[in-house]
Nanobody, 127 residues
């Protein structure tokens, strides 16, 4: 069992930045690939970014590529999502998720592959 707690959301103007954090506890953090997903009102949950167990590989949705950066700190058992140049369409509840698979050296962009989820943190970008 892995417990995930997100923080760092808030209200920001378009063009601004935020850094989301997701603190993991309960199991060995390095055994899990980590992902960020988001869900806007009336929309399905969508993939944002993912990072492999070692942190060597990262993946991004096309909509955030070049603006968002995912990273992880194994000493702090935390994964981060740095979001720059925010747009109103980035407004959503952001969730972090953990997937216990490391043998491929990759990370999934499919929500159904992630067994553990945080409670979410709201990000609102005003125009």
């Amino acid at each position: 069992q892995v417990q995930l707690v997100e923080s760092g959301g808030g209200l920001v103007q378009a063009g601004g930045s935020l850094r989301l954090s997701c603190a993991a506890s309960g199991r060995t953090f390095s055994n899990y690939a980590m992902g960020w997903f988001r869900q806007a009102p009336g929309k399905e949950r969508e993939f944002v970014a993912a990072i492999s167990c070692t942190g060597a590989s990262t993946y991004y949705a096309d909509s955030v590529k070049g603006r968002f950066t995912i990273s992880r700190d194994h000493a702090k058992n935390t994964v981060y999502l740095r979001m720059n140049s925010l747009k109103p369409e980035d407004t959503a509840v952001y969730y972090c998720a953990a997937h216990r698979v490391c043998n491929s050296g990759s990370a999934s962009n499919t929500a159904g592959h992630y067994a553990y989820w945080g409670q979410g943190t709201q990000v609102t970008v005003s125009s």
